[in-house]
């Protein structure tokens, strides 16, 4: 205790490298537990009463249920601790560096320049309130890929909590506008997330839909305008049975994100707010656009020279400034046009008046 690098220690940090650990323990919790209320009513089977033996039979189904809940719960809990994780680790390297400005010596000029980094992030880029939605909030709906399952549970932290998620189908021959922004070193076309347009740039690409500098570094996309008809998947060769309905998938607001993982990042708030839509083609009634986008759907580019955040921190205030500076530009510009634009007006106004006269 009381030595060593806490920055980095903490920036290492992250709850999901114990979820295996943390599992398996606590499976072996429980099994331990029911071992032992089994040797009991082995032990003393005899000279118990007949309710107290039904009592502690009765809790060795519950205790199962747990287990199952387990492989639920603890990965959402993980996630959300992850996503506290990184509030906590903004907010202590922010202390920490204004108490090291005063310190002074060597320590000063790297803690300041994080201090900058933490002040004028939260100027420039401020929290929308798109905090993650917890477990509690999914309802699930029948006949939906089920998000609630231990594989996809961590998804409905991705989702805002200030917007509901919601069970879509889009039935054969329904117009969309399906796009999802992929890597050009490692594209994943059927991948979980997708959205309902195509982001303007990078820039909103990144910030409004919150996609982490370790996922992405985009470069290409694709897009369905429309779900192919049964007609048309049969044509293909594509296997449909008679009475699908079409894709279903789950619709929201997407959650904030620090951009900060695995050691990579810009440690900057990635504020979210963008609609999310979440596609699991492992669904029975998914598969079928799966094999249609593999046949008919085009990889195309983004052309987007403002995707990529800098990692470095000084390069980051540089950005975070260069940024508020070109907005500071881009409303001078509209405010200047906008009295221009009334100056004609007026003008316009003053000669009509004078020639009424």
Known sequence: MGYGDPIKFINALKFSKYQAKILSEFKNFIA?????????????????PKHVQQQLNSFLPELDKLVKLADKMIPSA????????????????????KAGAKIGGGETKVLTTEARLASTARKTIPSKGH???????????????DLSNSKLSWIISTFSIQRRITPKIYGPGTRVNLSRVLDKERPTTKGLFWGNKLPKNGTEWRFDCAVLSNWSDNGIYVQLTRIPTIAELK???IKVSENWK???VWEGGIAEQ????????SKLLLPGGDTQIVIDFNHPDNIPI????????????????????PKDTTETVEYLL??????????????LRATSSTSRANSRESSSNKADR
């Open 32 to 48: 331990r537990l029911k071992s032992s209320i089994q040797f009991f009513l082995s032990k003393t089977g005899v000279v118990l």
């Open 78 to 97: 993980i996630k959300e601790l992850d996503s506290a994780l990184n509030k906590v680790r903004s907010e202590m390297i922010n202390q920490m560096n």
């Open 131 to 145: 905090k993650p939605t917890p477990l509690s909030h999914y309802k699930h709906k029948k006949g939906w890929p």
């Open 235 to 237: 044509k293909l060769g």
């Open 246 to 248: 079409g894709l279903k």
């Open 258 to 265: 620090m951009d900060f993982e695995k050691g990579v990042g």
């Open 290 to 309: 799966a094999e249609y986008i593999d046949k008919v759907i085009k990889i195309q580019n983004t052309n987007w020279k403002d995707a990529i955040l």
């Open 322 to 335: 260069n940024r508020e500076a070109s907005k500071k530009t881009v409303q001078q510009g509209q405010i």
